[in-house]
């Protein structure tokens, strides 16, 4: 139950013993999960305001100002312990949740990526795992009809025993469509609609802000919500109509904590109180009391501020979707969190101590001690192809199609750019569209937790410039291992810090997003790599024709924009090589932000052909990735003064592959940023030289490596 110093704290506010009831309300609202309570501190460092922003962080969703009265919705959420106990219902619960965090906005759901982390496939629970998590993600996001458009999924053998699950998810609406979660008028009324109630999903907040141990999966499975995609589709277009009658003051979906959280929240936010009537809510199962129809995160769930005249044609509506619904309370000029059950008061907390009155703190924290192996870097090669073969056919470089093929990406019939590229594209307007990306760099931030925020960053911003888009906003999900941990906590700040640092360089607002901390398991004695992971949007001209991630015309001149260092740390070519803790990370560039522009200046002028963003397993990787349709010729002697590996496998950050018919016109976009001609499309093969060596890759060989995964998980 509750810790023994919150309990203190909780007595001393109430001047009593809390009811069984209360005690649940604060484990739950007070947890990690809930209430940031170590996190606050270093989240209130990001910027979160700027011209495009209307709603930042706070709400269920951010809103961000599109053009010709659009605005985006864009949220971001994890589901990592729930997937580990049950990977089907626990990532599609993932989605569930996150699609009604962007409808409770006012907004319909048209886009959603999922960044993906798991243990190596070389055991059946990992397998069993992936398998189950992307049947899940799947299953849930083309039965509501809401395109999944672009995604990472990354491999280490520190996510075994804890895999990772998040999803960023996109909504459109005007901005007179607008719906918040804050509180609007005492005397309204709380209307509960979609599912009925059961006990699935009890104690998911608390569960998220804990360890998993080996008999996770047993005791834990309750603490898990069951999904029903069907039942969701019918939730987003009744939620979607009643704010278009007009009916709907305010709104906010039961997610974690369930309808204790959701309403507490939304009384809170306007400055009311709550009465609850929790029997006068629609269950499932028999004999449930209030603390399990309080704190329940069963499925597919609303909470509606509906004025007293509209409430009849609120349940009306619901009836016509043949969903459940109920008032199952109101909103109270007194600001107490008070729940009545069977005719008696079983809880009455004043509201800001329950919402708000969790003591947050910064932890301890320590630098790690580096290990010996960390200054041991792997010789030369003497087999250059073989070594290029076995990094571009390790699963986190390899083709994800096996994963995203199972994914309806062209529902909605807004998909200009398919999974499969730097980012995903759809379209808004006839003249504009929006371009998403997502992940980050597990590894290096490992290594440097500072730097690889600031890597994640970039990486996802050259993501967006090369299809000519420039970063709207980011939203992110923190997941990091115990925080109690001074180590841990020391991973959890830096990379935070320089997360912070480089959106705030690059003028992109943090609007949101969530904080996954505990990803530790007690079965394989592991935490996972810190993972920072984010996903942006931004907006892109289609006007325009977008460069392609593939090499597209025979004869185009190809350009390597940015300059390649010999830093190393946290690479794949290190980590296939067995030398994962070995070198520094590559810091980003003093000139990055100019290197960005340029980029997105060469893909909007219409004079690239193609464009790629290099990334993990560098300038071999991406060459090697953009010659599905056609070979190139390339030379890098004249790059830089560096090791052979340096040079083909080196993940400096902000850099790109361009190649065009015009290298006049480029050249000069180009002139004041770093960048080297290094060959032209066409042929075959992929033949790469330097100065001290020589590489003749044909497009089978290339199209067999990278197709490693696919063709594993086809048996």
């Not at 104690?203 to 080996?214: I, M, N, P, Q, T």
């Not at 093929?405 to 019939?413: G, I, N, T």
């Not at 807004?414 to 808004?428: A, H, M, Q």
């Not at 090791?643 to 190649?659: H, V, Y």
């Amino acid at each position: 139950m509750l810790p023994e110093e919150d309990l203190k704290i909780i007595k001393k506010e109430l001047g009593r013993e809390p009811t069984l009831v209360e005690q649940g309300c604060f484990l739950n609202l007070w947890s990690e999960h809930c209430s940031y309570r170590s996190s606050a501190p270093l989240l209130k460092t990001f910027t979160s305001t700027g011209e495009n922003v209307i709603i930042g962080p706070g709400d269920d969703a951010a809103i961000i100002k599109f053009e010709d009265g659009y605005v985006l919705a864009i949220g971001m959420e994890s589901h990592n312990h729930p997937s580990y106990v049950d990977p089907y219902n626990g990532s599609a619960t993932g989605v569930g949740g996150i699609v009604r965090d962007i409808i409770s906005m006012g907004a319909r759901p048209i886009a959603l990526m999922d960044p993906l982390y798991f243990g190596p496939l070389d055991t059946p629970k990992n397998m069993f795992l992936f398998e189950q998590i992307i049947k899940g993600i799947a299953g849930y996001g083309n039965c509501i009809g809401v395109p999944v458009v672009n995604g990472e999924t990354f491999f280490d053998r520190k996510y075994s025993g804890n895999p990772l699950v998040n999803v960023v998810a996109v909504g459109l609406c005007r901005e007179d469509e607008v719906i918040t979660a804050r509180s609007q008028k005492a005397g309204n009324k709380l209307v509960l609609a979609g599912s009925n109630t059961g006990r699935d999903g009890l104690g998911g907040a608390s569960f998220a802000s804990r360890d998993l141990s080996e008999s996770a999966e047993a005791e834990d499975r309750p603490s898990v919500q069951v999904g029903d995609p069907y039942t969701e589709k019918l939730v987003i277009e009744m939620t979607l109509e009643a704010m278009e009658k007009g009916y709907i003051k305010s709104c906010k979906d039961l997610g974690a904590a369930g309808l204790g959280g959701a309403s507490s929240e939304l009384a809170a936010k306007g400055g009311l109180g709550a009465h609850i009537i929790a029997d006068a809510v629609p269950q499932r199962e028999p004999n449930m009391n209030a603390y399990e129809i309080l704190l329940a995160e069963s499925q597919e769930r609303m909470v509606f501020e509906v004025a007293p005249e509209d409430v009849d044609a609120v349940l009306a509506l619901v009836a016509k979707y043949d969903l459940n619904g109920a008032v199952v309370g109101y909103l109270t000029e007194k600001p107490n969190y008070t729940v009545e059950f069977k005719g008696e008061i079983v809880a009455d907390i004043p509201i800001d101590l329950l919402t708000g009155g969790a003591p947050t703190c910064e932890k301890p924290s320590v630098t790690p001690i580096p290990k010996i192996e960390e200054s041991k870097a792997p010789e030369t090669p003497e087999d250059l192809k073989t070594a290029f073969l076995k990094v571009l056919s390790s699963y986190n470089i390899a083709s994800k199609e096996w994963i995203y093929r199972q994914y309806d990406h062209e529902v909605q019939l807004r998909t200009v750019v398919k999974p499969g590229e730097d980012s995903g594209v759809l379209r808004i307007t006839d003249k504009r569209g929006i371009a998403l990306s997502c992940g980050c760099q597990p590894r290096a931030t490992l290594l440097d937790p500072y730097n690889g925020g600031k890597t994640a960053v970039i990486e996802n911003v050259m993501n967006l410039a090369v299809k000519g888009a420039e970063g709207l906003a980011i939203v992110n999900c923190l997941n990091f291992g115990n925080p109690d941990r001074p180590e841990i906590y020391w991973q959890f700040k830096n990379a935070v810090l320089g997360l912070g640092d480089q959106a705030r360089e690059l003028s992109i607002p943090v609007v949101g997003g969530n904080v996954s901390l505990y990803n530790e398991s007690d079965e394989l004695k592991t935490a996972i790599l810190p993972t920072p992971s984010i996903g942006m949007i931004g907006k892109v001209n289609l006007e325009t024709p977008l460069p392609s991630g593939f090499f597209a015309k025979s004869g185009d001149t190809i350009f390597l924009v940015g300059e390649t260092t010999a830093d190393m740390g946290g690479s794949e070519y290190y980590t296939c090589l067995g030398a994962q803790n070995a070198g520094k990370v590559p810091h980003v560039p003093e000139n990055t932000p100019e290197i960005i522009k340029a980029v997105i200046e060469a893909a909007r002028s219409g004079k690239l052909s193609s464009a790629h963003d290099l990334s993990l397993g560098g300038i071999a990787a991406g060459l090697a990735r953009m010659c599905r349709n056609s070979g190139a010729k390339i030379d890098l002697s004249e790059i830089a003064e560096l090791k052979t590996e340096e040079l083909l496998f080196s993940e400096t950050p902000a850099r790109a592959l361009l190649a065009t018919g015009e290298p006049e016109a480029v050249l000069e976009i180009l002139k004041d940023v770093p960048h080297k001609i290094i060959g032209n499309v066409g042929g075959n093969s992929l033949e790469v030289k330097g100065k001290d060596f020589e590489i003749s890759l044909s497009l089978k060989e290339i199209s067999d490596a990278y197709g490693s995964l696919t063709r594993f998980m086809m048996g």
